[in-house]
């Protein structure tokens, strides 16, 4: 583990109004697809639906299958782990450092590597 994904383990969200230790924010499994999980770190209930804020974990192998945001858009912020996506049909290597950008409506997927992987996605607007 480097030294950036650690320091993201026990960071935290700071506000004027408050403060949010990541630890504290709970990991929920994906809806669809088996393996990933999220943690809400900013919602559209914080942002007035302007952008919402997730860090997402992949298990070793495991993907986030072909999909759009027909309405968001959408980057990756590689922390830790490797793998790659394919964005607009074009496969891109995922390791720490990478940050990947998704207009609305184009199509992609995310696979994880023997590591996983976990990154920030950023919604613009506000997936949830």
Not at 47 to 57: I, K, L, P
Not at 113 to 121: D, H, I, M, Q, S
Request: glycine fraction near 10%.
């Amino acid at each position: 583990m480097n030294r950036t994904s650690e320091a993201f383990d026990s960071g935290s969200l700071c506000l004027p109004d408050r403060r949010t230790d990541f630890a504290d924010v709970a990991w929920s499994k994906h809806a669809t697809f088996d393996g990933v999980e999220l943690k809400h770190l900013v919602t559209g209930k914080d942002t007035d639906g302007q952008f919402s804020y997730h860090f997402v974990r992949i298990a070793p192998g495991k993907e986030i299958g072909m999909h759009t945001h027909p309405s968001q858009w959408e980057t990756h912020e590689i922390i830790r782990g490797t793998g790659s996506c394919i964005n607009d049909g074009v496969r891109l290597a995922y390791a720490p450092g990478t940050i990947s950008i998704f207009p609305c409506g184009i199509a992609h997927s995310v696979h994880a590597g023997e590591e996983g992987l976990l990154l920030f996605a950023k919604f613009i607007p506000a997936l949830c």
